[in-house]
C-alpha cells in the first residue's frame, strides 16, 4: 500500500472528530442546547404544558393549574396553528416575588418552542407565573398558577 495514502486517510479519520465537534459550535463557541428528551414528559417528576394562542390573541394552557407533589421540572411547549409565528422570548416564564416563586423555579429558555423550570427543592406552595409569547406584532400572555404539596 502506498504510505502516502495511508497517511491522508489516517489523517482525515482522526480529524474527522474534531471536524464534527467545529460544526456543532454557533457562532459564539458555545454548543446548541440539545434538543428536548422525547421521552421528558413520561419521565417521573416531569410535567409539560402546551401553550397556544387562539385566534383573539388569547393564550390557552392545557394546564391552567397544574398540581405537583416535591422537586421535578416542568417544560412548556408553543404549539403554534397554521400561520402562527408565536415563539417565547428569554422572559416566557416569569415567577413571582411575593409568593417565593423566583426563588423555587430555576427558568430558562430552552430555544424559540420551548422554556423549562426546574423546582430542585419541591418547596410547598402555590405560585402563580405569567406566560408570555409573541410573534413579533403582539405579546400575549396568561397568568396560571402551580400547587406544589
Not at 474534531?18 to 417528576?45: M, N, Q, R, Y
Request: with cysteine; proline share 8%.
Amino acid at each position: 500500500m502506498n504510505c502516502s495514502l495511508l497517511r491522508a486517510v489516517l489523517g482525515a479519520v482522526a480529524s474527522a472528530p474534531i471536524l464534527i465537534a467545529c460544526s456543532t459550535v454557533d457562532g459564539h463557541g458555545a454548543p446548541p442546547p440539545p434538543p428536548p428528551s422525547a421521552d421528558f414528559c413520561g419521565e417521573a417528576g416531569n410535567h409539560c404544558i402546551v401553550v397556544s394562542v387562539d385566534g383573539t390573541n388569547t393564550i390557552s394552557l392545557d394546564s391552567d393549574y397544574l398540581r405537583k407533589h416535591g422537586p421535578g421540572q416542568i417544560r412548556w411547549r408553543v404549539e403554534n396553528a397554521p400561520g402562527q409565528k408565536f415563539y417565547f422570548t428569554d422572559s416566557g416564564i416569569v415567577f413571582r416575588d411575593y409568593d417565593g416563586g423566583k426563588k423555587v423555579f430555576d427558568c430558562h429558555r430552552v430555544d424559540a418552542q420551548f422554556f423549562l423550570c426546574k423546582d430542585s427543592t419541591g418547596a410547598p406552595g402555590n405560585y402563580k407565573y405569567t406566560v408570555t409569547v409573541t410573534d413579533g406584532s403582539s405579546s400575549p400572555s396568561e397568568d396560571p398558577h402551580i400547587l406544589n404539596d
